[in-house]
């Protein structure tokens, strides 16, 4: 037998249980439509959401976990006698877990020959932003995977008497966690100008003020203003930029900023590398905040190479290419130290095995000397996470 199945994650706004009570609603009424046999949300859905009404826009269709237990993204992991495993997730899906949780879901659906759904939050204020990453997979098999705040699969009720063979896919595991695909690159800077615009929202200001100078986290951090300010849909002029230099004067100039200092909400541009290496301790929003720099530059050339504007995708290139520090060893030593607290000596092993094919020992050498001659671990700051640290 084969049914449908629906994975939702409706925006919930802390504050706002009526705009909150439309929203799950609204989700339920989309799967209803689509034919799902069931729904499946996030975990953390407010208690003063009307479950009466829930149930009655439900009807036979059961809701996880509002009108039905679900599991934990730890219990779908466990062996299960059950055909399909809802799991009603709380897991931030950021950026960096956006392939964990489709591999988690692979996995426990292999593992229990069953049909996961899983259901990440949406939305967020302050730090944690969430993607509303929604999940569904039979059999090791991933069938549906979508950061829109839907999903829909159609899935076969599995047998339990019969156990038929599924193919593992087997992934290479890579040297950092910073190592990122090349589609997540436009999803990161989407999140940063998201994290920022519900942080405007919540502060209750229209105004950004920033300086820009010719380095990639100070332009990174001028076009994710860009972005939240046209998510709340308001002039780039509300964007107050102090640029010093003739290439972030061309792209601040052409993005239709204000430029000279003014009020609001400040933003800062230091990135993780720079908190951990600078000393940077960031007074203000810092947008970059989560984001080694390695990452940083990733993002700002991919945005540089999609924008389809010359005026702005040029000088944003030449920054980048006065820049030849080789970022991937100092975010590696980054990872190793902040993530793990690896003493030094094994830093150093790791590093060699990792990169001797691509660097001299010399190189090698003088970059790690700089490294562990300046590094302090950095102290939290209010900023989208974007990469999970400690």
Not at 67 to 90: G, M, R, W
Request: overall charge negative.
């Amino acid at each position: 037998m084969r049914i449908k199945v629906a994975a939702a994650a409706p925006e919930i706004i802390p504050g706002q249980p009526g705009q909150n009570m439309a929203n799950v609603l609204a989700a339920i009424s989309r799967a209803r439509a689509d034919g799902a046999a069931m729904l499946v949300l996030p975990d953390g859905v407010p208690e003063d959401i009307n479950r009466g009404a829930v149930e009655r826009q439900a009807g036979p269709m059961p809701v996880y976990p509002l009108t039905a237990p679900s599991l934990t993204a730890e219990q779908i992991l466990q062996p299960q006698e059950l055909d399909i495993l809802c799991c009603s997730s709380n897991r931030a899906a950021t950026a960096s877990s956006y392939y964990e949780n489709e591999e988690l879901a692979a996995m426990a659906s292999h593992e229990n020959m069953a049909v996961v759904i899983m259901a990440c939050p949406l939305g967020g204020v302050g730090q944690r932003v969430y993607t509303g990453q929604c999940v569904i997979a039979q059999n090791g098999f991933l069938l549906a995977s979508s950061e829109t705040g839907y999903a829909l699969a159609e899935v076969s009720m599995p047998r339990r008497d019969a156990k038929a063979p599924v193919e593992e896919k087997v992934t290479g595991q890579p040297t950092t966690p910073w190592t990122v695909f090349p589609e997540m690159l436009p999803r990161i800077l989407s999140l940063q100008s998201d994290g920022l615009a519900r942080r405007m929202r919540a502060a209750g200001t229209p105004q950004l003020t920033l300086s820009v100078g010719e380095r990639p986290d100070d332009l990174l951090a001028l076009c994710a203003c860009a972005g939240a300010v046209d998510r709340l849909r308001l002039s780039r002029k509300n964007i107050h930029a102090e640029v010093s230099g003739g290439l972030a004067a061309r792209v601040a100039a052409r993005l239709g900023v204000s430029c000279g200092g003014g009020g609001g909400l400040s933003v800062v541009s230091q990135d993780l590398t720079a908190r951990a290496l600078e000393g940077a301790a960031p007074e203000g929003y810092a947008v970059n905040a989560a984001l080694p720099r390695g990452v940083s530059r990733l993002v700002l050339r991919t945005y540089a190479n999609t924008c389809g504007d010359r005026d702005i995708s040029i000088p944003l290139r030449s920054v980048l290419s006065l820049d030849e520090t080789p970022w991937g060893i100092t975010d590696f030593l980054l990872y190793c130290t902040l993530v793990y607290d690896l003493p030094r000596w094994a830093v150093e092993r790791l590093l060699e095995d990792t990169f001797k094919t691509k660097y001299s020992p010399e190189e090698l050498q003088s970059v790690q000397e700089t490294f562990f001659q300046n590094y302090r671990k950095p102290s939290p700051c209010d900023g989208p996470v974007i990469f999970a640290v400690k």
